[in-house]
Structure formats: structure tokens, C-alpha cells
Nanobody, 122 residues
């Protein structure tokens, strides 16, 4: 599975970014699709997830109300709109996909993109 993430960059606190992830696989072969992030020296952590087939969305408490995940099945794409960014959001953001139900754990995702850097300055 090819997952290509883009849209990262550097912004000041309070700013916004929109991450995009496209996959070369048709959406019927995976169910869960989500975003994870990893800051320097920290574990990779769950950010948000959704399903290609069902519109339910899931968020980490740290981003709830600020980030929005959405998908476009026709384009095989998933997006992460990030608003009110904070310095603690600085990390490499990864998109991931899995065949099973949507999970907040890494074992729910079989395929990972290469990551895109998000840097938020205070």
C-alpha cells in the first residue's frame, strides 16, 4: 500500500495547516485510515482516525475540538485540518491505514506513509 502524506510546514502558534494523504489502493481494501504523530524523543501517538465506509471519527483528547479528519473516497484521500496549533503539536505526522476496525492502537494499522513535518513556533 502506498500512502503519501503532504501539507506539513512551519506555522506560528494559533495558525492552521491542512495535511493530505493519498493512497494508491482502492478504499475497499482497507477500512481504517488515520493520522499519527511522533515528536523527537517520544513514542508515536494516535491523533485521529476514520473509516472509509462509515463516517465516524475518532480523536485524541489533546486535539479534540482543534483538528478535523475527513476523507474523499473518490480521490482515495484523507485530510487532517489542524487549527489553533500549539507548539506541542510539533511532530512528524504519519498517515496510516488498516483492514480492520478503526483503532487507537498501532496494531490496527498495517500500512504507513513516510511522514510530513509540522513545526509550530511560539
Amino acid at each position: 500500500v502506498q500512502l503519501q502524506a503532504s501539507g506539513g510546514g512551519s506555522v506560528q502558534a494559533g495558525g492552521s495547516l491542512r495535511l493530505s494523504c493519498t493512497t494508491s489502493l482502492r478504499t475497499w481494501s482497507t477500512n481504517a485510515v488515520g493520522w499519527w504523530r511522533q515528536a523527537p524523543g517520544k513514542e508515536r501517538e494516535f491523533v485521529a482516525a476514520t473509516s472509509w465506509s462509515v463516517g465516524s471519527t475518532y480523536y485524541a483528547d489533546s486535539v479534540k475540538g482543534r483538528f478535523t479528519i475527513s476523507r474523499d473516497n473518490a480521490k482515495n484521500a484523507v485530510y487532517l485540518q489542524m487549527n489553533s496549533l500549539k507548539p506541542e503539536d510539533t511532530a512528524v505526522y504519519y498517515c496510516a491505514a488498516g483492514a480492520g476496525n478503526v483503532k487507537r492502537t498501532r496494531n490496527g494499522y498495517d500500512y504507513w506513509g513516510q511522514g510530513t513535518q509540522v513545526t509550530v513556533s511560539s
